[in-house]
């Protein structure tokens, strides 16, 4: 009966705009078998919320311990149009809004960005049965602006319908002049898109860092805010307002060679014959690869080595660092898979 009752109670939270009070002897497993409380308190000092400049009738909350205040999460994602959908199963929250997906999972403290996990250093709670979010969380996750000032907190989203998101493994950049470059993502040749970034084009890495366009390199796989207006070109162009590497790390002096793996060796390293794509790189080279080295397609997405056979089109990035030998042998960080044509 008490986790029936406590299901329902969470349930509500995103059901209902009035909030269930759980007894607090309501106990309610996760998948891991941990144990989640929700808790029933009277909320001291709450923060005024404003989401677009208007008052929600929700707020928020602080208390020791936590970093940052707590905000209820359906009550402002809502109001930034977003679409809740709870998920008994698992105890968590899916978020969508357009291209932008995110889950949230009471209790742990795992954030995803674009399929990637990053951590704001506090977990979301259930407090009387409605599901709080630090407020970093409509920022870092959501590409939201959050200002706060005294015990009120202002949340804004710019709305641009043109705007959409597009991810890729970056296979050239080409400058032009000052802080202007192409970007080209996905793929190399005609395929893939290509970002024209200008001044006013942000660049950030996955926890918030701010980065140059000097900061990035090929290889990087990244997310990029761009127009939904492309040219007829090939590949397409569009202009892009803000990248995100979702990388945690960067590779300085980065080469890329794109090509087809000639052959597979006994130790498991590839052939790899086609064309540089940078300057020092190499049109034939040997790539070992680690446990370190990351196999994905051209959005970024994670493949299986089973997909590393010869005759595949590969693009394979290393470091400047390899063997005086013909070819020339170098350790693999990323190996991007092509697409396979139909």
């Known amino acids: 009966m008490k986790k029936t009752l406590a299901i ?8 209902t705009g009035a909030a269930y009070a759980a007894t607090s002897e309501a106990v309610i497993p996760d998948m891991h078998a941990k144990q989640i409380q929700p808790v029933k308190t009277i909320l001291e000092a709450p923060i005024i919320i404003q989401v677009n400049g208007a008052a929600i009738n929700e707020s928020g909350f602080e208390k020791t311990g936590i970093t940052e205040p707590m905000l209820p ?4 994602a809502e109001s930034l149009g977003f679409t809740l959908t709870w998920n008994p199963a ?3 929250v899916d978020l969508t809004k357009g291209n932008l997906f ?7 403290d795992r954030y995803s960005i674009n399929k990637m996990l990053t951590q704001l250093g506090t977990a979301p709670q259930l407090v009387n049965s409605m599901m709080y979010v630090p407020a970093s969380f409509f920022g870092t996750i959501l590409h939201g602006t959050v200002t706060t000032a005294g015990n009120s907190i202002g949340i804004t989203m710019k709305e641009e319908a043109k705007k959409v998101q597009s991810t890729g493994v970056i296979t050239s950049i080409r400058t032009t002049a000052g802080n202007n470059a192409q970007i080209h993502i996905q793929d190399t040749g005609v395929g893939g898109i290509v970002l024209n970034v200008g001044p006013d084009t942000t ?3 996955l926890d918030g860092s701010k980065l140059t366009l000097a900061d990035l390199h090929v290889g990087l796989t990244i997310s990029a805010e761009h127009s939904m207006a492309m040219t007829m070109s090939l590949p397409p162009q569009t202009s892009a307002s803000n990248i995100t590497v979702l990388d945690t790390t960067v590779h300085k ?4 060679t794109a090509g087809v793996i000639e052959a597979v060796r006994e130790d498991g390293s590839l052939l790899v014959n086609g064309e540089g794509l940078t300057e020092d790189a190499q049109d ?14 051209g959005k970024g997405d994670p493949m299986d080595q089973a997909a590393l056979v010869a005759g595949t089109k590969v693009v394979g990035f290393y470091g400047p660092v390899m063997t005086k030998s013909l070819p020339p042998i170098s350790n ?11």
Request: no cysteine; hydrophobic share 50%; proline share 0%.
């Open 8 to 15: 329902l109670s969470l349930s509500s939270m995103l059901t």
């Open 284 to 297: 034939e080279i040997v790539l070992t690869i680690g446990k370190d080295t990351a196999i994905v397609d």
């Open 90 to 92: 698992t105890y968590a």
């Open 102 to 108: 995110t889950t949230v999972k009471i209790g742990e």
């Open 73 to 76: 999460l359906r009550a402002v």
């Open 332 to 342: 693999a960080w990323k190996i991007v898979v092509a697409a396979t044509e139909e």
């Open 253 to 256: 002096g980065a080469l890329g």
């Open 203 to 205: 660049y950030q890495m």
